[in-house]
């Protein structure tokens, strides 16, 4: 399946999750690129300072140190040039209480993290061609 390039912004503090989330985004299609920061600090930081910087997509792991996805996604949620960029939360946590936060707080789409390659590679396919997807992709 071709997809038009895009560019991601991937907020996650594992290492391991980075490289997973780069190799299943670059199986799509290799003109895809993913911007990668470890905290939400960074995060706003680089969203306020670079303003020729808006990704397409932004994905938002949950739990990380210094500030939560969920702050992280409340500081996003406030610069208007990303009023129409989709945020995702993407998390192990599939626990009902982290889902309605994140929907009261504006998010796209609420991602459980896959287990398999496949099936991050197939989700991240129809997020990118902006396939209708319930707000909780399990």
Known sequence: MHIRMVTCLLVDDDPDDHEIFEIALHDLDEGHSCHVVSTGLDAISLLEEERSFTPEFI???VNMP???GFDCLRQVKKIQR????PVIMYSTSAAQK???EARHLGASHYFVKPIRMSLLSETLARLLHKESLPFVIP
């Open 66 to 68: 210094y500030i939560s």
């Open 59 to 61: 994905f938002i792991d």
């Open 98 to 100: 982290d889902i309605s």
């Open 82 to 85: 990303l009023d129409t960029v």
